[in-house]
């Protein structure tokens, strides 16, 4: 953004912003900031702000795209910036907000959709959309610019739910809380989807970070994730639909209706605000505490746009910091200040003292964590049948720099730690690979693919999947017999297709194809696309695990699937590398 250094400030005769006296956590970047008062002091010396004719002789339109629930505030910003003439460069703000979800403006970003992209200007309710599209290279481009409010995200109920578990001054963790209201008949908890949610993100994000820390943790993170599934919505706005029409009324019973919501603090100070009945959600704020929307504001391609409209947009971004600005997002049940939290707001939105409503979590969810919860999301909700083929070469007997165990040893506890994110309706199978495995053959079906809830001799396919995963051993002298594996297993993916499911090859490897009898790479990839089926997809999810792999030649093999090659140093990593895939090939199908 150096080309687009801050613009000015208010025109000569408007109302100019306070000086500011406190210290705002939700910041925005420092560098900006100092750029604001050197620009204005440039373009006045440098005669570009006109103060002898009207700023709208030479209007800067600006068309920004925002998440619902903070469009109003943003269209109250754009208003106030008409009515007090603010400027950029001596030019009025014409600054137009369209409410658009946050992740459709995520798919049409990633798919370089223009016709849906006609604005310059992105505000997502949370960080997460914008981080997802700057770590995809071939998305269009976002330049973030800083955050304009947060919104601390909790769980909402009906006062008679509320009052049945000690609101206010009982207080819950995100495990007890959702301990509470999954496993009972009579208090329903709902949520938006995480796939499109980031309020459902990011508590589904918290809730199975806690669980892991438990006994079992993982299985205990999945059968939350699933009874969460079974009461979702498609966004958050849908989700308030869900709950009774009359708080207080008969239908609070209806099974049909949801008692509890996870929720944004702004949420549901916005539906406190418009509700008719008088009664009022109540706002448990987890006592472990709770994930924030963080509303970053972000320039859309940035170099495409004209330094008036880069300088034009940061100019609005900067009005929302101001003490006119934070005025306006505070009006509307924002957070503009961690240090200085309005009692009005809180109260608003259905928190009272003692709850927790000022702890935020020690540190935010790491990208990584973000991914690994959507990833357990999207294989719980969908249930999976996926096909597990693991690399026997000899290599994978060569040790993990910095541990005191082998390649297959770490790839053994990677794979059993995601067998158990799975749930009984999943189906899971294993194959390994090496030459001289099998005769001609490079591979071997240790275990079919089948439902892992299913009956397998004395125990479950689960058990007969855990023992294989144990049992899994280097080939004394075996080689990478890539190419002719990835084919047979794909075929087989294929012809055992399951409707509904979410299908897919994993593949892992610590090397490149060592079989020079194997169909060559080019056929190889021929083959695979001319399988692929876009109306059944079965992505392969091919993995490279240690320095000898080849991760072009994995993108490529993957890529005619639908798929994606993935790059890891140390096999511990395979668990979240399967799940972010996992998320990747899903949202594509």
């Not at 754009?78 to 907000?97: F, H, I, M, P």
């Not at 008692?259 to 539906?271: G, M, N, P, W």
């Not at 090659?565 to 899903?586: E, Y």
């Amino acid at each position: 953004m150096g080309r687009h250094s801050l613009p000015d400030g208010f025109r000569t005769g408007a109302t100019g912003p306070r000086p500011r006296t406190r210290r705002r956590s939700v910041a925005l970047a420092t560098a900006l900031v100092l750029a604001v008062a050197a620009g204005t002091a440039a373009a006045v010396e440098g005669g570009l702000l006109s103060f002898g004719s009207s700023c709208w002789d030479s209007a800067v339109r600006l068309r920004i795209a925002a998440a619902p629930d903070i469009t109003p505030a943003l269209k109250d910003a754009a208003e106030y910036a008409r009515d007090n003439d603010v400027t950029s460069d001596g030019n009025c703000l014409d600054v137009q907000v369209t409410a658009r979800e946050a992740f459709k403006v995520t798919d049409a970003l990633r798919s370089k959709d223009k016709g849906a992209t006609d604005f310059e200007a992105w505000v997502p309710d949370s960080g997460v959309w914008v981080n997802r599209i700057m770590a995809d290279d071939r998305s269009t481009p976002v330049t973030p610019a800083g955050n304009v409010a947060s919104s601390p995200v909790g769980v909402a109920m009906i006062p008679t739910a509320a009052k049945s578990l000690g609101w206010p001054a009982k207080t819950y963790s995100w495990t007890e809380l959702a301990s509470a209201t999954t496993t009972s008949d009579s208090l329903k908890l709902g949520a938006g989807d995480p796939a499109r949610s980031a309020t459902g993100l990011l508590a589904l994000t918290q809730l199975t970070h806690a669980a892991a820390k438990a006994k079992d943790g993982d299985t205990q993170a999945a059968a939350t994730t699933k009874a969460l599934s079974q009461r979702i919505s498609d966004s958050d706005s849908q989700v308030l639909d869900t709950l009774p029409r009359d708080l207080s009324g008969t239908e609070q019973g209806n099974p049909k209706r949801n008692q509890a919501l996870i929720l944004s603090e702004q949420a549901a100070f916005a539906y406190n605000a418009s509700a008719d009945s008088g009664d009022d959600l109540d706002l448990f704020y987890p006592k472990d505490g709770s994930p924030r929307l963080d509303y970053p504001f972000a320039l859309v391609d940035e170099p495409s746009l004209t330094t008036d409209e880069s300088r034009a947009a940061l100019r609005f971004m900067t009005l929302l910091g101001e003490p006119d600005g934070r005025k306006i997002l505070e009006k509307r049940g924002f957070r503009t200040d961690d240090d200085e939290i309005p009692d009005r707001l809180v109260t608003q939105a259905g928190g009272r003292a003692p709850q927790p409503y000022r702890e935020l979590p020690a540190e935010p969810a790491s990208d990584k964590e973000i991914e690994e919860a959507l990833g357990m999301w999207t294989i719980t909700v969908q249930s999976a049948r996926l096909t597990t083929v693991v690399d026997a070469s000899a290599s994978m007997s060569d040790p993990v720099p910095g541990t005191s165990e082998s390649r297959m040893e770490v790839t053994r506890a990677a794979l059993l730690q995601a067998l158990a994110t799975f749930t009984p309706e999943d189906e899971i199978g294993l194959w390994k690979f090496s030459t001289k495995l099998d005769g001609k053959r490079d591979y071997r079906v240790l275990v079919p693919t089948e439902r892992l809830g299913d009956r397998a001799g004395d125990g479950t396919q689960r058990d007969r999947l855990s023992a294989a995963f144990s049992g899994l051993k280097p080939v004394p002298d075996g080689a990478t017999g890539l190419y002719d594996t990835a084919l047979a297993a794909y075929k087989a993916a294929i012809a055992s297709y399951a409707p509904g499911k979410f299908n897919a090859v994993v593949l892992l490897t610590d090397g490149v194809n060592q079989d020079p009898g194997s169909i060559s790479r080019s056929s190889l990839v021929a083959e695979l696309q001319e399988l692929s089926d876009p109306e059944r997809p079965v992505p392969l999810i091919a993995v490279a695990v240690g320095p000898e792999a080849d991760r072009d030649e994995l993108d490529d093999i993957a890529e005619a699937t639908g798929g994606s090659g993935h790059q890891v140093t140390d096999p511990s990593q395979i668990h979240s590398v399967i799940l972010k895939a996992v998320v990747r090939a899903g949202s594509q199908s």
